[in-house]
């Protein structure tokens, strides 16, 4: 592989996760909306599935009528991942500099696992809704070790071509 593909390949999943990644943030924003949407339309799921989205949507609308500054801490979740998003374009300018920012992503990747599971029963989130939680760990960490693979195969390749 040329370091013109391995470049090329970086920035695809890199793009990948950001985007990804931004998404997730940016549905942060309208919850109710979404939540209202998702409890009308639950038919499909699972009952207990259903029953959860149900509560969660009747819960979410009761504090955001009563006490709605509440609803300012999800909207600071979704600007958290946007900024995390955005730590991403240093590896997308110089992969091989900016590979700290990978590990940093695959450690925080990791790091959903424990969270899911000792807060999850803490908050009575149920055991299914936490391996939902997980997934965004799971899911987000092979676009990160694909880059990190192809980022040292990278510096191997400059490494090579140095003049000592």
């Not at 943030?25 to 639950?42: K, Q």
């Not at 509560?55 to 900024?83: E, I, M, Q, R, S």
């Not at 029963?121 to 799971?138: A, E, M, N, Q, T």
Request: glycine fraction near 8%; charged fraction near 15%; include cysteine.
């Amino acid at each position: 592989m040329t370091e013109k593909e391995l470049r090329k390949r970086i920035k695809i999943w890199l793009w990948l996760f950001i985007v990804g990644l931004a998404l997730s943030g940016i549905t942060a924003f309208p919850l109710e909306t979404e939540l209202a949407f998702l409890a009308n339309h639950c038919a499909g799921l699972p009952a207990a599935l259903g029953r959860w989205i149900t509560t969660v949507y009747l819960a979410v609308k009761a504090t955001n009528a009563n006490y709605p500054y509440l609803a300012y801490g999800t909207d600071w979740l979704a600007f958290g991942h946007l900024v995390i998003a955005t730590s991403f374009i240093g590896p997308l300018r110089d992969p091989v500099k900016n590979i700290w920012v990978i590990q940093y992503g695959m450690i925080a990747c990791v790091m959903v696992f424990p969270l899911a599971f000792i807060a999850g029963p803490v908050r009575s989130i149920p055991v299914y809704w936490r391996l939902i939680d997980c997934s965004f760990g799971f899911f987000g960490i092979i676009p990160l070790y694909l880059c990190y693979k192809s980022i040292r195969k990278l510096e191997n390749m400059q490494k090579g071509m140095r003049v000592v």
